[in-house]
């Protein structure tokens, strides 16, 4: 069964960071692009990084740029997303979503494949 298991999330003070994981069972990530999502209380799901199937291409939410790198390793089957300089409007829960057709994209409505999420709570 394709499964995506999220983990990482936790407590940090802003201007901290955060390594999210994003493991896949069941199949293999080679064939898939991946993002990562967050979604706040009471607002939608927004995209903030996605990454193509081999790596060789990524791209950032605006909100991201600069602070987040997304990273894959395939042989780990495992996605990463590097959160430095975290913000209180950061805090959300994160997702990570994978789609085997198409292009990497930060749309959430593009992904057929979800985790459950891991909590980001930045906070002092």
């Known amino acids: 069964q394709l499964q995506l298991v999220e983990s990482g999330g936790g407590l940090v003070q802003p201007g901290g960071s955060l390594r999210l994981s994003c493991a896949a069972s069941?199949?293999?990530?080679?064939?898939?692009?991946i993002g990562w999502f967050r979604q706040a209380p009471g607002k939608e799901r927004e995209g903030v990084s996605c990454?193509?199937?081999?790596?060789?291409?990524?791209n950032y939410a605006d909100s991201a740029k600069g602070r987040f790198t997304i990273s894959r390793d395939n042989a780990k089957n495992t996605v990463y997303l590097q959160m430095n300089s975290l913000k209180p409007e950061d805090t959300a829960v994160y997702y990570c979503?994978?789609?085997?057709?198409?292009?990497?994209?930060?749309?959430?409505?593009?992904?057929?494949?979800w985790g459950q999420g891991t909590q980001v709570t930045v906070s002092s």
């Open positions: 069941g199949f293999t990530l080679d064939y898939y692009a």
């Open positions: 979503a994978a789609r085997s057709y198409g292009l990497e994209s930060l749309h959430p409505h593009e992904y057929g494949y």
């Open positions: 990454i193509s199937r081999y790596g060789g291409r990524t």
